[in-house]
């Protein structure tokens, strides 16, 4: 409640819905037979749809980072749970078309000397189109030219309200 104990106090921190960045999770792992199959079981246990992963491995450990449909409920699970992990932002957005939709991306990016870490793609279909993610170095100036050259932004609501994550 606020100072006059009549209205909520909204969080001036909080993330909304519509925060313009994709929440990744990192989980830390020996690089076993079955411990990614584990881990993921687990996840989806708890109701969390992944939609996507990717690993980067060596011989003795790796990172699995991934991006589920409900951001808060795999925050509380991860946290509860005793796996290593760290969160990142990173930046959705939907393939444009044409035939060079990833050249279009890079192209943004790289006119406004944003750096791509790492990319992958996206379980996420909207209107037949597929989406990445892309882990980068500036992500105001990346998000800002994405914007600016017409490209869409996949939010934390997008992956919530959307229903088409794999093909047909």
């Known amino acids: ?10 969080p001036a921190t909080a993330r909304s819905r519509n925060w313009p960045c994709l929440r990744q999770f990192g989980v830390f792992m020996e690089n076993r037979v079955g411990l990614l199959y584990d881990m993921l079981r687990q996840v989806e246990r708890h109701d969390l749809s992944v939609l996507a992963l990717s690993i980067a ?20 699970f991860f946290q509860l749970s005793t796996l290593s992990f760290f969160e990142s932002d990173l930046i959705g957005v ?11 991306i890079c192209q943004a990016l790289m006119e406004a000397e944003v750096n ?19 882990y980068v170095d500036d ?5 800002k030219s994405l914007r600016e050259k017409g ?5 934390e609501k997008d992956l919530q309200e959307d229903d088409q994550y794999f093909l047909d």
């Open 116 to 134: 791509i870490h790492y990319s992958y793609p996206l379980l996420f279909r909207r209107n037949g189109r597929g989406a990445i993610a892309m």
């Open 151 to 155: 490209l869409t932004i996949i939010t």
């Open 1 to 10: 409640m606020g100072f006059d104990n009549k209205s909520p106090i909204e």
């Open 57 to 76: 491995d060596s011989v003795d450990c790796a990172v699995a980072r991934l991006i589920v449909d409900h951001y808060e409920r795999a925050l509380e």
């Open 139 to 143: 992500l105001d100036q990346g998000l």
């Open 94 to 104: 939907e393939l444009p078309e044409g035939s060079q939709s990833h050249m279009m």
